[in-house]
């Protein structure tokens, strides 16, 4: 089939290479002039278990505070009517969660699709001998008791699904990452041994010249103004018509909905933002090895080759480029806190506030709309990079009329 897909993220990109390796003619229509210029460009690295991001579904951490100067997500003074109805839905749904201590279905779905994904992202890249930075493992800092019990329900998604997770002390914990401050005050960690970090955009530019080998043709500078449905096609700016094409899948992250309200099919999702700092090494010994997440405070410290960057934030409503001045000071003190001395603050630093597009109750929408020929691949939020191998091939097995080797219930644009 002739397929158009809308977006060249890490999802458009995936998508784009199981496409072409089935055999499709293949065009992925790019706004920004480069693969993974947005959502997808510094984010903070944790590949997997993909639910221990902590905010990738409700559940999968404690229900994030929205007061105060150290709240786990701020809410901007523009924020919009859906904004409140998705952070109502979202808290709801944690505070659930929290209350039973049990995950919720849309947490299992995720980690489902999150184990999947990185089963096929390890085939992929042993495959197609992709050299991204990655490091394995990954732990999990508790300061304080209240902290393992606010990740509860995210546990018992992992080990339900066969994943192991160590608890150790903290002499255990200091032995994994031995550049663990000697000050910070620890009551445990846990540690999950196949978890994995990696650079997300890396990874993303190497799949993409994979998929142009196998046909695929990227479009940069490209905007497309709408999706029509009948026939299926995309409309690109300054155009007068449509171009026809059998199949389009949309993977255009927070522009998603808005192309998508024309044709009659509304999404709750909504732009939340996060930010990362990557810094150079200043001494391997005082850094991270791996990925190291602090739960208390929602923050993810990965190394990635000579580089750590450390990432977190919330923020909703707030439509400006820059990041919160509290998130980054957020960000500057955990990394000093658990590793002083392993970064340097003089030189090479890059600081980015990026977009999460997310859907309430946390997993992506994957698979067919009321609208024939029209695809989504879209709302993975802050689990795009676990996420993306698995629901790329899941869509393209649907795409071809196959059952996909995964159950995607739960994951449905229907299903709101």
Known sequence: MKIAIVG????????????????????????????????SFATGGLLAPGVLDPWSAPGAASPPSVLGRHAAMRVGRSISLAEL??????????????RSGAPLPSLVALERLARYSHARLQHLAESLDLAFEHSPGTLLLLRTPRDAEALAPALKALRDAGTAVR?????MARAIEPGLSPSLTLAGALHVPNGLAGNCRQFALLLRQAAQQRGAQFEFNTRVARLSGSPTGVQ????????PFDAVVLCAGVQSAA????????????????SSVSAPLREELHAPLAAVVDVQTRTTMARLGQRVRVSGGAELGRNTEKAHPQTLNTLYRVLGECFPGGVTHSSGVQVWRGV???????????????????????????????????????LADQIAGKAPDIDLEGLGAQRF
Do not use: I, K
């Open 259 to 274: 192309l998508l309200r024309p044709l009659g099919q509304r999404l709750p999702l909504v732009a939340l933002y996060g």
């Open 236 to 243: 690109l700016e300054g155009a007068s018509a449509p171009h």
């Open 356 to 394: 999460r597009p997310m859907l309430p109750d946390g997993p992506p929408a994957v698979g067919a709309t009321h609208v024939p020929g029209l695809w989504l691949n879209l709302g993975h939020g802050a689990s795009g990079w676990s996420l993306a191998c698995g629901s790329a091939r899941a």
């Open 85 to 98: 109805s998705w952070l109502r839905r979202w808290r709801r749904a944690a505070h659930a969660s929290a």
């Open 8 to 39: 060249a993220g890490v999802v458009g990109v995936t998508t784009a290479f199981e496409l072409a390796l089935d055999g499709h003619a293949v065009t992925v229509f790019e706004q920004r002039s480069a693969t993974a210029e947005e959502a």
């Open 167 to 171: 608890e150790l002390d903290t002499e």
